[in-house]
T-cell receptor
Framework: DAGVTQSPTHLIKTRGQQVTLRCSPISGHKSVSWYQQVLGQGPQFIFQYYEKEERGRGNFPDRFSARQFPNYSSELNVNALLLGDSALYLC?????????????FGSGTRLTVV | AQRVTQPEKLLSVFKGAPVELKCNYSYSGSPELFWYVQYSRQRLQLLLRHISRESIKGFTADLNKGETSFHLKKPFAQEEDSAMYYCALSAQYGNKLVFGAGTILRVKS
């Protein structure tokens, strides 16, 4: 099992640009969650998706959006990038929402906004 | 509101010394509490959860509802324990984790 895979591993964007991050969950996992980890802080919840529907949303502006595909993979989109969006973006997958058994994180995508 | 506080950014101990990483939480319901660990250049991984009441790599943590604490303890630190440790909570039947800011544990030889 490849575990939770995220792509790309690193990228650099300019202020005002848009970015798309991708996540493939563990085989059999149907729920995907996204977190933002700013340097020096713990991960902060952004979204959770299950069966292609949004099940939870953290305190993030509308510039952040996500979607889940029929194969349960997910994309996180951030529009109009700000310097403060520079962070490690983590994806986590689980069988279903609320089931923390087997809740597994990916290695993350390091986004730098310049 | 759900909040997790880890008061120490850095904890430095000698090999063989006891370790206690502090975690306090605020949540009005019955949360599920976790400790996650991140070793250098590795992904975030679950160390233990209060429901399972396991001891993993010699670490234990007891949920104290009266003090709203979930401190992580190990009687004898080893150099390979050096890592970043995060305390986290999940609301009952919740769908997200709320993390503390993390504590760096450095075990010196």
């Amino acid at each position: 099992d490849a575990g939770v895979t995220q792509s790309p591993t690193h990228l650099i964007k300019t202020r005002g640009q848009q970015v798309t991050l991708r996540c493939s969950p563990i085989s059999g996992h149907k729920s995907v969650s996204w977190y933002q980890q700013v340097l020096g802080q713990g991960p902060q919840f952004i979204f959770q998706y299950y069966e292609k529907e949004e099940r939870g949303r953290g305190n993030f502006p509308d510039r952040f959006s996500a979607r889940q595909f029929p194969n349960y993979s997910s994309e996180l989109n951030v529009n109009a990038l700000l310097l403060g969006d520079s962070a490690l973006y983590l994806c986590a997958s689980s069988l279903v929402p609320g089931q923390m058994e087997g809740y597994t994180f990916g290695s993350g995508t390091r986004l730098t906004v310049v | 509101a759900q909040r997790v506080t880890q008061p120490e950014k850095l904890l430095s101990v000698f090999k063989g010394a006891p370790v206690e990483l502090k975690c306090n939480y605020s949540y009005s319901g019955s949360p599920e509490l976790f400790w996650y660990v991140q070793y250098s250049r590795q992904r975030l991984q679950l160390l233990l959860r209060h429901i399972s009441r396991e001891s993993i790599k010699g670490f234990t943590a007891d949920l104290n509802k009266g003090e709203t604490s979930f401190h992580l303890k190990k009687p004898f630190a080893q150099e390979e324990d050096s890592a970043m440790y995060y305390c986290a909570l999940s609301a009952q039947y919740g769908n997200k984790l709320v993390f503390g800011a993390g504590t760096i544990l450095r075990v010196k030889s």
